[in-house]
Structure formats: structure tokens, C-alpha cells
């Protein structure tokens, strides 16, 4: 009598497990496709947003403020790397060039647009030395001020000016400043001394 009662327990047993686990299973499973429905949802609806957005947004430039005159100068420009065909530019139209170049990885454009109070180094030595100092900040300053709100001449004395890039982002204002200085009627973009011979 004693083995019937116990083996009757234990069937009572199992069978409450059983049914405590078949009511959990389908509880978790219903709660995780309600779940991964409303995972699809937000995902979709956040795709829909960003083709929303791509499709609005204007491929971005730095060199959207030339007009096509100084277009045509900046493509003479590359082609043979002499400034005289940007002479005429300001000193902000010279930076944005030199951050476009930087974005480009148009080295040679870059090494065209400094100045180096002194003689400048040889072409390969520069471009060494500048993509191990300067490439990777010049990028990041490409990056963060990607459509930029301001440019303007900060600060202008007879050994050169500081011209200042100015982007929002909400409440937050980020601003950069270059220092340019005048080399045969040219501004062009101070470097470190690092790049002096």
C-alpha cells in the first residue's frame, strides 16, 4: 500500500511538472515573438527613417562654397599642383581646399598648400612625416565639421591670420581654428615644426 501511495505521488508529481512546464514554454515562446514582432517593427521603422534621410541629404563638399570660376582654378589646381592658379582665393576658400585634400587623400595638393617658415622638406620625407602626425587628425577635423556653419577670419596681424571653423550640433558648438600665413601672394596652411628641414 505504502509503494502505490508513493508511486500515485509520484505521478502527481510529474504530471505537475509537466504541466508547469508546458504552461511556461508557451508562455516565454508567445512573449518572444510578440517580441521579435516588435523588434521587426522598430527596425523597419528605423529604415524607413534613414532612407528618409538619405534620400533628403546633399552629397556634402567642402568645396561647395567655390563658385564654378574657382571650381575651374581648383582643377587646374590638381592637375599640376601649381598654386598660381588659386592665387586669387581667400584665406578661407585655401583651407577648406586643404581639408577637401585631406578627405580626398590628395597628399600632393596638401604638400602645395603649406607653409613652412623655412625651407620645406622633400615630397616623400612630407608625406612620411604626414601620415604619421597629421593624417589621422585631419580626417577627424574633416569629419566633425563635415557641414559646418561658419567660416570667417578669426584673428589677422601682419604675421599671418587665424581662420575659424564653426559647426552646431544642437545646444553644442565645435570650432577649429588654422593658422595661414602669405607665401608669393598665396595664403597657405602652417604646419608643426615636425615638417621643417
Known amino acids: 500500500m505504502k509503494g502505490v501511495f508513493h508511486l500515485k505521488s509520484n505521478i502527481l508529481i510529474f504530471v505537475f511538472l509537466t504541466l508547469l512546464l508546458f ?8 512573449s518572444v515573438q510578440t517580441y521579435d ?22 552629397e556634402f563638399s567642402y568645396l561647395t562654397d567655390l563658385s564654378e570660376e574657382e571650381l575651374k582654378s581648383y582643377k587646374l589646381f ?3 599642383y601649381d598654386t598660381n592658379y588659386i592665387k ?3 584665406p578661407e576658400k585655401i583651407m577648406l ?3 577637401h585634400s585631406a578627405v580626398i587623400d590628395d597628399i600632393e595638393a596638401i604638400y602645395s598648400l603649406v607653409y613652412i617658415d623655412g625651407e620645406l622638406l622633400d615630397f616623400d620625407t612630407f608625406k612620411k612625416i604626414y601620415y604619421q602626425n597629421l593624417n589621422i587628425s585631419n580626417l577627424e577635423m574633416a569629419l566633425d565639421f563635415r557641414y559646418y556653419d561658419t567660416i570667417k577670419i578669426k584673428q589677422e596681424d601682419s604675421n599671418g591670420l ?8 544642437g545646444r ?7 593658422e595661414l600665413k602669405k607665401e608669393n ?10 615638417f621643417k628641414k
Not at 38 to 50: F, L, P, R, W
Open 37 to 58: 514582432t516588435n523588434n521587426e517593427n522598430v527596425i523597419s521603422i528605423v529604415d524607413e527613417k534613414v532612407l528618409k534621410i538619405d534620400d533628403s541629404e546633399e
Open 23 to 30: 504552461i511556461t514554454g508557451c508562455t516565454l515562446s508567445n
Open 172 to 178: 553644442f558648438t565645435a570650432s577649429t581654428l588654422m
Open 78 to 80: 590638381t592637375q599640376e
Open 88 to 90: 586669387g582665393f581667400s
Open 162 to 169: 587665424l581662420v575659424e571653423l564653426t559647426v552646431s550640433y
Open 97 to 99: 581646399i586643404y581639408i
Open 185 to 194: 601672394d598665396i595664403s597657405k596652411i602652417v604646419l608643426p615644426h615636425s
